[in-house]
């Protein structure tokens, strides 16, 4: 069975080269200018929440889960192994990883094998 890697980074700390789809998320508006969410990460509610609430991000996740998945399907048909979908933002601690946890979740939903990895989450100086 085909694991899908879904993986936050942030591009200050260079980008993930070995992704399959990597999408800049960059351009929506960030909780780290919102001192209330700067402390937290996209998985935190209030983060996500502050994300997802610009129409133009859910309509961004739409478009881009359906053409993730003709893709995917593709790659499982001929048998590969593993696929690796990227969301960078500056930091990698909030957009990005709000990003890949709703990617993770909606795979997981519709019957994929699909893993959560947040590489630039931590770093020190995201918090």
């Known amino acids: 069975m085909t ?5 936050s980074f942030g591009y200050k700390y260079g980008f993930i080269e070995e992704a399959n789809a990597l999408f800049d998320v960059r351009c929506f508006e960030n909780p780290y200018y919102v001192d209330e969410l700067r402390p937290f990460s996209g998985e935190f ?3 996500y929440d502050y994300v997802f609430s ?4 859910d309509l961004f996740f739409y478009e881009m889960t359906q053409a993730v998945k003709v893709q995917l399907d593709r790659f499982i048909e001929r048998g590969r192994d593993s696929y690796i979908i990227a969301f960078g933002c500056t930091g990698g601690r909030h957009r990005s990883v709000a990003f890949a946890l709703r990617t ?5 939903e519709n019957g994929y094998n699909a893993v959560l990895l947040h590489r630039d989450c931590e770093k020190a100086d995201n918090k």
């Open 45 to 47: 509610t209030e983060v």
């Open 3 to 7: 694991e899908i890697k879904v993986v």
């Open 104 to 108: 993770c979740n909606y795979l997981k």
């Open 54 to 57: 610009d129409e133009k991000a």
